[in-house]
């Protein structure tokens, strides 16, 4: 074979290869991007019932609700929302029959001095705060800044 086949040959090769790794790292962008969605196939079955407590509740088809991320701490769990272009935080507490809503609010429902105010220990409180400031920062900022836009707290039970 010629020169220019041989040369011609590899550059296709390299130019293929190139192409297949831009793939790859096109569907790897896709996957992280539907992580969240991913995540709750994990959930434990604590976070699964508190997830379907709200999902039960206010999802709608003609206005989707997206639960995440779901924290649970001692007898408490928190759970950020998202519905359109309105969003909170729900904190739940563990009963003999299940989770049940406690109370609804913005993102100052998480702080740890609040959750306290709930009849919660200090450091429990204070444990689970975190864990929710933990887990919320794997969601767009877009979306957490839509845990602000509930209005004030209003007790569920």
């Known amino acids: 074979m010629p020169q220019d086949d041989n040369g011609s ?12 790794a831009r793939l790859v790292l ?6 992280s991007a539907m992580l969240p969605g991913i995540a709750t196939a994990a959930d434990t079955p604590d976070q699964a019932a508190v997830r379907k407590v709200l999902m039960d509740t206010y999802d709608t088809p003609q206005s989707h609700l997206v639960v995440d991320p779901v924290v649970i ?17 729900a ?8 989770w049940r809503l ?4 913005n993102d100052m429902v998480t702080q740890a001095d609040n959750l306290v105010l709930t ?3 200090p450091a ?5 705060s975190e864990a929710f400031t933990t887990a919320a920062r794997r969601s767009p900022m877009e979306r957490r800044a839509l ?9 569920m039970e």
């Not at 040959?9 to 297949?20: N, Q």
């Not at 701490?73 to 935080?89: E, F, K, P, S």
């Not at 845990?147 to 007790?155: I, L, S």
């Open 26 to 31: 096109v569907v790897l962008a896709c996957l």
């Open 124 to 128: 429990d409180a204070q444990a689970l």
């Open 147 to 155: 845990f602000r836009t509930f209005g004030e707290t209003v007790r």
């Open 9 to 20: 040959l590899e550059k296709s090769r390299i130019f293929i290869m190139s192409m297949a």
């Open 119 to 121: 009849g919660m220990a």
């Open 73 to 89: 701490g001692a007898d408490r769990a928190l759970a950020g929302w998202t519905q359109g272009q309105r969003g909170g935080v």
């Open 102 to 105: 406690s109370l609804c609010g």
């Open 91 to 98: 904190m739940f507490t563990r009963k003999p029959g299940g």
